[in-house]
């Protein structure tokens, strides 16, 4: 496998919709900047002594006008604003922006997608602050994609196999 570089990835975008919307000023070196989209799931605390079902433990929130603040320790469920089609000989992996590490942020690398995923990228998204809450605003840069082709195409790709092919929004586990 090779990691793609910036013009292999531009090219790609061009060619194929590997990123929509593409935007030149988020494009590095070896990867792509992502950003949040308008609703996030929030964890929430249900008071019940056994496991809640997984629907009731969270709650949506837009944050297409009004950021939210993640106090320390939360946890929440977010969404790219890119949507991802990736072709059969190509890999992404998430990686958490560097800066938003240094403020607290953590991210559970749950995030990484086959050859032709077609979907917004799901994040699970932490506050590792002990007393700083974390900003949550639609827009931001989060991450960046690291992309790499894959030495042979798959014999069963992800648009067969996979839970969430297609999803456009923030997704909870489907197990």
Known sequence: MTSLCDFQI???AR????IEPYNPEQLNPASYDVTLGNKIL??????????????????????????YMLPPGGFI???TSEFIRLPGSIEAVFCLKSSRGRE??????AAYCDPMFHGRVTLELKN????QHLKVEAGMRIGQLRFSKMDQIPGRPYNLTGRYFGDEGV????G
């Open 10 to 12: 531009r090219q790609l």
């Open 15 to 18: 060619d194929t919709g590997l």
């Open 42 to 67: 929030v964890e929430v605390n249900t008071g019940l002594n056994h496991q809640p079902v997984e629907a009731d433990r969270w709650l949506e929130v837009d944050i297409s006008e009004t950021p």
């Open 77 to 79: 469920l977010a969404v």
């Open 104 to 109: 607290g942020w953590n991210h559970a690398l």
């Open 128 to 131: 590792y602050n002990q007393y």
């Open 171 to 174: 997704q909870i586990s489907k």
